[in-house]
């Protein structure tokens, strides 16, 4: 979609745009460039030839940027161009472990920590010169470490502070595990996106015979954490839906977390319904396939699994396995983490993208406009339902 149509593209932009895309995010970084690169082109408005607008149509926005490593493993952030007055967005993916750097002749694959850690590295690169700096970061750093049950650091509301300490003016993040980590920051933006509209459009486009309406379909929440998220999710669709709470032996703690004993169901008779099972992520799928069991004991029909964020921390042989036994028909995870060459080559995946929509809300926020009809996908869902013929 051209936004030569949208009103806020005759705004006067905030500053200079500048994409300051790590290594952990080229790919859709780049996917990102391209759209803004083409959009704007495409744009003509009389008061784009005034000062205001000077640098406003460029052949790339990407500013080129590095963290390299000594031998020790010890980096530093490098800004190769200069962002004085420019209004830069910073877009990393903390998950992304197929990143590799070397510690004394030994191979290290990036963790999270070391994800954040260059993060900080390039905000202080930066070095208080850009106008605005808005950091980017679909997989919230530490968001499941949310709460406290116990002697535990709260990791994610301390990483928020610190950011925007270092001068960050705006953090974007998607399907935040708990929203309430943004009290960390009360006085700082703080936008959790919901990709609930990308999920439509992709199983409407992906899967020519499914109909969303209560005959066919059910909205099913894995746990009682995800329940607000498959509500939306049902009401838009005008759908029902139902949920799983998990029974747990609180007396043992098995990877650092206390063993699921049993999943108990609420909702409506499932039987002969396909249905999606929405979460914001999938670690290593045993919650999902438990959840999928069950509902394939209820007679359920196809099953689809749908997430924000893909980790898939314990291979895809489990996937492949409940694909085969027809326990799973299709998996749902966005790009906006990283994505392995399996991963995209499963006959039962379904690639979520999430570059356009991101491209959108940076061109928006730098006419310095708002992004409020972009938070709510309500209009669009409907859209593309009437257009697919899923509504009269």
């Not at 920051?185 to 459009?201: N, R």
Request: proline letters at 3%; a negative charge.
């Amino acid at each position: 979609m051209s936004t030569s149509s949208e009103s806020y593209t005759d705004k006067i932009p905030f500053g200079d745009l500048g994409l300051v895309v790590l290594e952990s995010s080229r790919k859709i970084g780049n996917r990102v460039n391209d759209y803004i690169v083409s959009w704007r082109a495409e744009n003509e408005n009389e008061h784009h030839q005034s000062l205001a607008f000077a640098g406003y149509k460029k052949d790339s926005y990407l500013i080129e940027n590095a963290c390299p490593r000594f031998g020790s493993g010890e980096a530093k952030g490098i800004v190769r161009e200069s962002v004085r007055g420019m209004d830069v967005y910073i877009l990393v993916d903390v998950c992304n472990y197929s990143l590799t750097y070397s510690v004394c002749g030994h191979e290290n694959h990036m963790s999270p920590d070391d994800h954040y850690q260059d993060l900080k590295r390039i905000i202080a690169a930066v070095g208080g010169k850009a106008r605005r700096i808005t950091v980017i970061m679909p997989f919230l750093y530490e968001s499941r470490q949310h709460k406290r049950s116990g002697r535990e650091s709260l990791d994610c509301a301390l990483a928020l502070q610190e950011l925007t300490e270092m001068g960050v003016e705006s953090i974007i993040t998607f399907d935040a595990h708990d929203p309430r980590v943004q009290n960390a920051i009360p006085l700082k933006s703080f936008e959790t996106v919901m990709p609930t509209y990308q999920f439509i459009k992709a199983m409407l486009k992906n899967v020519p015979n499914i109909s969303f309406d209560t005959q066919h379909m059910m909205i099913i929440s894995p746990d009682e954490g995800a329940m607000s998220r498959a509500v939306y999710f049902a009401n838009v669709l005008g759908i029902d839906v139902g949920m799983f709470y998990k029974r747990r032996d609180y007396s043992r703690v098995v990877n650092g977390r206390n063993p699921i004993v049993a999943h108990e169901f609420l909702g409506a008779d499932v039987e002969g319904k396909d249905v999606i099972i929405i979460d914001d992520m999938i670690s290593s799928g045993e919650s999902v396939f438990d959840v999928a069991t069950e509902l394939k004991r209820r007679k359920a029909n196809r099953i689809f699994i749908a997430a924000t964020f893909g980790l898939f921390t314990n291979g895809l042989e489990k996937f492949d396995q409940a694909y085969e036994s027809g326990l799973i028909y299709r998996v749902l995870t966005t790009n906006l983490i990283y994505q392995t060459d399996e991963l995209l080559k499963r006959e039962y995946y379904i690639n979520v993208d999430m570059s356009k929509y991101i491209a959108l809300l940076v061109d928006t926020l730098n006419h310095d406009s708002s992004i409020s009809h972009l938070l709510n996908p309500t209009e669009r869902i409907h859209k593309i339902l009437k257009k697919y013929n899923q509504i009269p």
